[in-house]
Nanobody, 126 residues
Framework: QVQLVESGGGSVQAGGSLRLSCAASGLTSSSYTMGWLRQAPGKERELVAA????????YYADSVKGRFTISRDNAKNTVWLQMNSLKPEDTAEHYC???????????????????WGQGTQVTVSS
């Protein structure tokens, strides 16, 4: 049984930083891609960043490039999202998710993600 548990969300002012963590269990293959996705009220869920567990290949949405960094420690089954220079438009529920498909699908959006965490709220005030 796959379980993903996020932590680290909260409220910060614009320009601040937060670090999200995702503890995974039940993922027996290193071929999974781990992603961070977010959903703001009234908007579709979007892929923010992804990392392939096998080789560390990464993807970032244009809106977060240069500000967010995704990383992983396979031995600890943990993925992090370091978020710097936060903006009010980063306010959203953030989800950790696992994708077992090809890189092009996993990095292409939310549809390849089969396993999801419960989400953690990030609120950025101006």
């Amino acid at each position: 049984q796959v379980q993903l548990v996020e932590s680290g969300g909260g409220s910060v002012q614009a320009g601040g930083s937060l670090r999200l963590s995702c503890a995974a269990s039940g993922l027996t293959s290193s071929s999974y891609t781990m992603g961070w996705l977010r959903q703001a009220p009234g908007k579709e869920r979007e892929l923010v960043a992804a990392i392939r567990r096998s080789d560390g290949r990464t993807y970032y949405a244009d809106s977060v490039k240069g500000r967010f960094t995704i990383s992983r420690d396979n031995a600890k089954n943990t993925v992090w999202l370091q978020m710097n220079s936060l903006k009010p438009e980063d306010t959203a529920e953030h989800y950790c998710a696992a994708c077992g498909s090809t890189w092009s699908i996993c990095a292409g959006g939310r549809y390849g993600y089969a396993y999801w965490g419960q989400g953690t709220q990030v609120t950025v005030s101006s």
